[in-house]
């Protein structure tokens, strides 16, 4: 009886070893007031960068868990979205299945891209107002708040906000440069609307489109959104493109 016993407590030794498994949430957030963002394929063709950003392997599977959110930003101060997660697995000889596990992590992979088609599908593109600033500071004080041991935002915008709180657009423009000399100001004025949390460690992509007729704003944009996010301890990335870290 002593081999068995000794067994059991070798192999109960041995899971113990595996490394914990770790959480990544990722929030992804979609401009439905710029039609530059309507094609799925901007963000399909993104779907594996993403996956490597949640660590997330369709090829040899693992453990770790992840969760992804699907906004979009519009004009109004709600928004639709959409939620698929992976639960962490369970390493080590007594775990799971490592091919039960692989089969689960690529049935999350497939569903992020049946998201985005579907969440892009039912929206209503192409307002005249853009609420970034409301929409996102909402959603990521949610995201300052998740137990989880990375986290990530993609946004897909031009980052033009055109609201009651200020605007790239008409005489509304004076603000957002005043805003650039002075982010202090920036800060509390905007707090007074919703406050933007601490992004300590929080990895920020903004993903733009540029054309002829919105160059110049969002070389604006992109001077205030980074400044301003950066005031907040994110690490933030903007351009044309999804990058990796």
Excluded at 28 to 50: E, G, K, M, W
Excluded at 103 to 123: P, W
């Amino acid at each position: 009886m002593k081999i068995p016993v000794l067994l059991l407590c070798g192999l109960y030794m041995l899971g113990c070893t595996q490394e914990k498994p770790k959480f990544t949430t990722v929030y992804v957030f979609v401009d439905v007031t710029d039609s530059l963002f309507r094609s799925a394929s901007h963000y399909l063709t993104d779907i594996p960068l993403i996956l490597r950003k949640m660590n997330i392997d369709t090829v040899k599977g693992g453990y770790d868990g992840a969760e992804l959110r699907l906004f979009l930003i519009n004009d109004l101060s709600e928004s639709k979205s959409t939620v698929r997660r992976l639960e962490e697995g369970t390493p080590g000889m007594l775990g799971q299945n490592p091919l039960d596990r692989l089969d689960e992590v690529r049935r999350f992979s497939r569903g992020i891209g049946s998201d985005f088609v579907s969440l892009l599908h039912d929206a209503e593109w192409q307002k005249n107002q853009s609420k970034i600033y409301q929409n996102l500071c909402r959603e990521l004080n949610n995201l300052a708040r998740a137990n989880s041991n990375k986290k990530a935002v993609i946004i897909y915008s031009d980052m033009l906000e055109n609201s009651n709180l200020f605007s790239f657009y008409g005489p509304g423009i004076e603000k957002v440069h005043a805003y650039i000399e002075d982010m202090n100001r920036a800060r509390r004025e905007l707090t007074g609307d919703c406050e933007m949390p601490d992004l300590s460690g929080v990895e920020l992509n903004i993903v733009t489109l540029r054309t002829k007729a919105n160059d110049e704003k969002v070389n604006l944009a992109s001077q205030f959104w980074t400044r301003f996010l950066q005031q907040q301890r994110a690490l933030v990335r903007f351009g044309s493109e999804l990058r990796e870290e």
